[in-house]
């Protein structure tokens, strides 16, 4: 495992001091948010050209985590060049100037963001270092999560593209399709990758990534920093909160 997660860091550093540099250059930090995918489809495509345990199991998870990985980097980069620099790190970064700025951008966006990509990916790691490479029960399960994931993701992602590309929807609330069912669909398909891929390999410790994604979804970075900004943004968003399901999906109020 240790000589594993060796040839990983060699892979993810270099790339997170290249985008710090680049970040330094342009005074953009924002782009980091689509290496949130890009990185841990890195972390799998290193794990497939470096070790030889290629089985089922390997190469499941690695295909699952390159495609999830990819879609989203894309998405993402796709919204930063539309939209420029997120508040988020505009706050974050506010008063900070030079190499006071780089510093805390190189430790608290890229540095942090990298340590939590290591240790969120520890089932695609594992999955190359298991020595019974047939899917299981619980793997078929993780599989089909997975692609319940995925889909919240892509569908939730398409139909707030869609709503935000109309100009009469202008400061309203996405309230229909899978927006109607939970308030962050996009952050419940995430929530439905991990486990599932943990579930793949399904190894006691390494259900530390789904936990960590879990709290940093429903607890920390993901739906509270969202809610908190759309409040103040959205006029009926109140509302929104009264009939929606906050996470996990259920029937909106008074169907």
């Not at 805390?104 to 990298?114: A, E, I, R």
């Not at 006029?235 to 929104?240: A, E, L, V």
């Amino acid at each position: 495992m240790i000589d594993l997660a060796l040839v990983v860091a060699q892979a993810l550093v270099p790339a997170l001091l290249i985008l710090w540099c680049i970040s330094i250059l342009t005074g953009k930090v924002s782009f980091i948010d689509s290496f949130w995918g890009a990185g841990f489809a890195l972390i799998a495509a290193t794990c497939l050209l470096h070790f030889g345990n290629i089985g089922a199991i390997s190469l499941v998870t690695a295909g699952l985590t390159i495609v999830w990985g990819m879609r989203l980097a894309l998405y993402l980069l796709k919204r930063f060049l539309h939209e420029g620099e997120d508040k988020r790190y505009i706050r974050m970064t506010k008063g900070k100037e030079g190499l006071s700025r780089h510093f805390f951008t190189l430790f608290m966006v890229f540095g942090f963001q990298g340590a939590l990509m290591f240790i969120i990916s520890a089932p695609v790691m594992y999955a190359f270092l298991k020595a019974d490479q047939s899917l299981t029960l619980l793997s078929y399960v993780g599989i089909a999560l997975w692609c319940a994931g995925i889909f919240f993701e892509w569908v939730g992602d398409y139909q707030l593209a869609a709503f935000k590309k109309n100009p009469d929807n202008a400061g309203k609330v996405l309230n229909t399709g899978l927006w109607a069912w939970t308030r962050h669909p996009n952050y419940f398909g995430d929530f439905c990758v991990w486990w599932g891929l943990w579930m793949i390999s399904h190894h006691p410790v390494t259900i530390v990534a789904p936990i960590i994604m879990s709290i940093l979804l429903m607890k920390v970075s993901g739906t509270p920093l969202l809610e908190k900004s759309l409040k103040y943004s959205r006029p009926g968003y109140d509302d929104y909160i009264r009939n929606t399901s906050e996470f996990f999906p259920r029937p909106p109020k008074g169907t």
